[in-house]
């Protein structure tokens, strides 16, 4: 094994919070993030609420406060990122209410300069480097995909011609070894390759929707990184996966203002959200039964969460007081699968 740094005796699954900073505009006198602990700990405070009780302790393996670049975030995913190219799986979820900067852990900001890279990019471009490095008979193959899931249908982000198309979600014993195997296949060998594919998902995924925003934060976007590495000499094949997950937004709809749509849209996530809570929970306690049926987004995943595989999951939360009751519902999900 090249890169076998990551151990943990939880076991495969970790779960790190990132608190996002407030925004030009906010102001800062409304911040309930009370105290970052240098073991993972959080406590978070409802300022509009006097007495005793408005305190309240989280634990995480680790707490990224708003100070935080990106670099330093990937720093510590760096090795599970590295393990790929070993045969892992591994499998990096941003969870969070809309505005709570999942995308921006995972991609960047809108408009994005390299120093403000997310993980997705930071990623490929280190496993680039290793690969292309050739100091060893291995070759290896990067190629992406790139897949929505909204109202719990899966759609193909990087396809020139049907977009619009339903795919199947093929069973794990397929020799492709594809959950997805329709959706379409991208070699890529440069971050220039990656940029441009994801800015190709990033216009088909506006099709159709009214505001790119809106629509983006109601569905869950997987991209998945395949490395397959031929070792020349002995002709043996490794195979990784790394699968890169912005989750729909967790907020619950407003029912006294949602449309019949919005509703829908709501259940759906709802739905798949706490699907992907109940598999994490019976992962994290070894359980024998691992509901994976549940919602499409478990059973895209079925593979590669569980097993031998890693998983990571980013709580992003807003500092506001504004956000209070989303931001401890957020808390409460996360305490369940950590
Ligand atoms: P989400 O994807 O959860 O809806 P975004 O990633 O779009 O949230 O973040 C909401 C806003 O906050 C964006 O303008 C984003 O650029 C900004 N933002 C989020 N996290 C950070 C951060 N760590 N540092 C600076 N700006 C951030
Ligand atoms: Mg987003």
Same mark, same amino acid.
């Given at each position: 094994?090249?890169?076998? $740094?990551?151990?943990?005796?939880?076991?495969? =699954?970790?779960? #790190?919070?990132?608190?996002?900073?407030?925004?030009?505009?906010?102001?800062?006198?409304?911040?309930? =993030?009370?105290?970052?602990? $240098?073991?993972?700990?959080?406590?978070?405070?409802?300022?509009?609420?006097?007495?005793?009780?408005?305190?309240?302790?989280?634990?995480?393996?680790?707490?990224?406060?708003?100070?935080?670049?990106?670099? /330093?975030?990937?720093?510590?995913?760096?090795?599970?990122?590295?393990?790929?190219?070993?045969?892992?799986?591994?499998?990096?979820?941003?969870?969070?209410?809309?505005?709570?900067?999942?995308? #921006?852990?995972?991609?960047?900001?809108?408009?994005?300069?390299?120093?403000?890279?997310?993980?997705?990019?930071?990623?490929?471009?280190?496993?680039?480097?290793?690969?292309?490095?050739?100091?060893?008979?291995?070759?290896?193959?990067?190629?992406i995909q790139l897949v929505e899931? #909204?109202? $719990?249908? %899966?759609?193909d982000l990087l396809?020139?011609?049907?977009?619009?198309?339903?795919?199947?979600?093929?069973?794990?014993?397929?020799?492709?070894?594809?959950?997805?195997? $329709?959706a379409s296949?991208h070699?890529?060998?440069?971050?220039?390759?990656?940029? /441009?594919l994801i800015?190709v998902g990033?216009?088909?995924?506006?099709?159709?929707? &009214?505001?790119?925003?809106?629509?983006?934060?109601?569905?869950?976007s997987l991209l998945t990184?395949?490395?397959?590495? &031929?070792?020349?000499? &002995?002709?043996?094949?490794?195979?990784?996966?790394?699968?890169?997950?912005?989750?729909?937004?967790?907020?619950?709809?407003?029912?006294?203002?949602?449309?019949?749509?919005?509703?829908?849209?709501?259940?759906?996530?709802?739905?798949?959200?706490?699907?992907?809570?109940?598999?994490?929970?019976?992962?994290?306690?070894?359980?024998?039964?691992?509901?994976?049926?549940?919602?499409?987004?478990?059973? %895209?995943?079925?593979?590669?969460?569980?097993?031998?595989?890693?998983?990571?999951?980013?709580?992003?939360?807003?500092?506001?007081?504004?956000?209070?009751?989303? &931001?401890?519902?957020?808390?409460?999900?996360?305490?369940?699968?950590?």
């Amino acid at each position: 094994r090249l890169y076998n $740094e990551v151990q943990d005796l939880k076991g495969n =699954i970790k779960v #790190y919070c990132r608190i996002r900073p407030f925004l030009p505009g906010q102001s800062m006198k409304h911040n309930i =993030i009370e105290h970052i602990g $240098e073991n993972g700990e959080l406590v978070v405070a409802n300022p509009s609420k006097n007495g005793k009780d408005n305190h309240r302790l989280f634990k995480f393996n680790k707490v990224f406060g708003p100070a935080t670049t990106q670099e /330093e975030v990937f720093l510590d995913t760096r090795p599970l990122i590295r393990s790929v190219l070993d045969g892992y799986t591994v499998c990096i979820f941003a969870y969070g209410q809309t505005g709570s900067g999942k995308t #921006y852990t995972m991609s960047g900001p809108a408009v994005l300069s390299k120093e403000d890279w997310g993980i997705n990019y930071r990623a490929l471009n280190e496993l680039f480097q290793i690969t292309q490095s050739r100091t060893s008979s291995i070759i290896y193959e990067v190629a992406i995909q790139l897949v929505e899931i #909204y109202n $719990e249908q %899966v759609r193909d982000l990087l396809s020139t011609d049907g977009y619009q198309k339903r795919l199947e979600i093929w069973s794990t014993a397929q020799p492709s070894g594809l959950a997805v195997p $329709e959706a379409s296949i991208h070699p890529v060998k440069t971050t220039a390759d990656v940029l /441009e594919l994801i800015n190709v998902g990033l216009t088909n995924r506006a099709v159709g929707a &009214t505001a790119l925003n809106e629509r983006s934060s109601r569905s869950h976007s997987l991209l998945t990184v395949h490395v397959r590495g &031929t070792d020349l000499v &002995t002709n043996a094949v490794l195979r990784g996966n790394l699968h890169l997950i912005d989750l729909a937004g967790s907020e619950r709809a407003d029912r006294s203002e949602a449309t019949r749509e919005r509703l829908r849209e709501a259940q759906h996530i709802n739905k798949s959200l706490s699907a992907l809570g109940d598999v994490i929970f019976a992962l994290a306690q070894k359980s024998s039964y691992v509901p994976y049926r549940n919602s499409k987004l478990t059973q %895209v995943l079925q593979s590669s969460l569980g097993g031998q595989a890693k998983t990571l999951m980013f709580v992003q939360l807003n500092p506001d007081v504004d956000s209070y009751s989303e &931001t401890i519902s957020t808390l409460k999900f996360a305490e369940r699968v950590s």
